[in-house]
């Protein structure tokens, strides 16, 4: 489960990321929103950009780890499913409780006192 993860978490991170791109007006409007409200509390306007594309860096790996545990959540339903489904395809087995007793020849025979 923990390769599961970490691959799914690459992909999704991958895919998101691909959609997070310098020239898209959606993305610069935030990065230009972030680097704002950040430029008070940093050292200057490079700075203030630099921890606004960590902080959009952040939020795209925060929702490529929720897609991935959304798929480890389903990969574990299909699991259960097929466990389900093959455990009702079992048939009944053949030990029963009265076949782990001694046959009737087979019982070992009481001690005799010899006194």
């Known amino acids: 489960m923990t390769h599961f993860i970490a691959v ?43 921890r606004a594309v960590g902080l959009i860096g952040a939020r795209v790996r925060l929702q490529a780890y929720s897609l991935t545990f959304i798929d480890g959540f389903h990969l574990i339903a299909w699991a259960c499913v097929a466990a389900l489904l093959l455990i009702a395809l079992l048939r009944k087995s053949p030990l029963h409780y009265g076949e782990l007793g001694f046959r009737d020849g087979d019982a070992p025979t009481p001690l005799e006192d010899k006194s």
């Open 8 to 50: 799914r978490e690459q992909l999704h991170s991958n895919l998101l990321g691909l959609h997070v791109q310098q020239g898209n007006w959606i993305d610069d409007t935030a990065l230009r929103q972030l680097t704002a409200g950040l430029y008070a509390k940093s050292a200057g306007l490079s700075a203030a950009t630099g």
